[in-house]
């Protein structure tokens, strides 16, 4: 199992941040797994952001969830992150993830993707 | 929310050494807690899963301890490849999940 984020690294203050996970190796319909967002600030911890079930089910940090929106697309076995608004507090490293049948945990990771907030 | 709190934030230790980390829950997680390694450039590693089971592939050498607030994880002799950040992760609170800040685990 491998995921890959994609997307823009450089975005505008007040815009949206948008990135895709590439999912392969597994299908992202596989019954029971999740599929994840985790951020990292540049010299700070990880920060959960939210999951998205197959079936298009969506979970969100409670501080994020005005701004963010977590979708999947299965024909592409992709997932997405939108988040709006964006300032420089959301410059970070952002990395999908995904949880196993049952687990609750993120075993497998994507290397991440850098996005920087600046005009 | 569940708040989780590392200690210490820095641990300064030398290879061959005993180090302990410690994670604790704002309330009771019950043993739903993992911890992860993390080096710098990398993305994180699953170490161990609710509480005290390594996830695969983890040496020995790493265990994992606690139940309901409190935590540990024991690395029983560093070798140069553990020095890195430590991250726990409780997923009591299912599908609200929340990490620990971190200790990070360097050369003394």
């Known amino acids: 199992l491998q995921l890959q984020e994609s997307g823009p690294g450089l975005v505008k203050p007040s815009e949206t941040l948008s990135l895709t996970c590439t999912v392969s190796g597994a299908s992202i319909s596989s019954t029971g797994y999740y599929w994840g967002w985790i951020r990292q600030p540049p010299g700070k911890g990880l920060e959960w952001i939210g999951n998205v079930y197959y079936s298009g089910s969506t979970y969100y940090n409670p501080s994020l969830k005005s701004r963010v929106t977590i979708s999947v697309d299965t024909s592409k076995n992709q997932f997405s992150l939108k988040l709006t608004s964006v300032t420089a507090a959301d410059t970070a490293m952002f990395h999908c993830a995904t949880i196993g049948p049952r687990s609750g945990y993120f075993d497998s990771w994507g290397q991440g993707s850098l996005v920087t907030v600046s005009s | 929310e569940i708040v989780l709190t590392q200690s210490p934030a820095t641990l300064s230790l030398s290879p061959g050494e005993r180090a302990t980390l410690s994670c604790r829950a704002s309330?009771?997680?019950?043993?739903?807690l993992a911890w992860y390694q993390q080096k710098v450039g990398q993305a994180p590693r699953l170490l161990i899963y609710d509480a005290s089971n390594r996830a695969t592939g983890i040496p020995a050498r790493f265990s994992g301890s606690g139940s309901g607030t409190d935590f540990t994880l024991t690395i029983s002799s560093l070798e140069p490849e553990d020095f890195a950040f430590y991250y726990c992760?409780?997923?009591?609170?299912?599908?609200?999940?929340?990490f620990g800040g971190g200790t990070k685990v360097e050369i003394k």
């Open positions: 309330q009771s997680v019950n043993t739903y």
């Open positions: 992760q409780q997923r009591r609170n299912w599908p609200l999940l929340t």
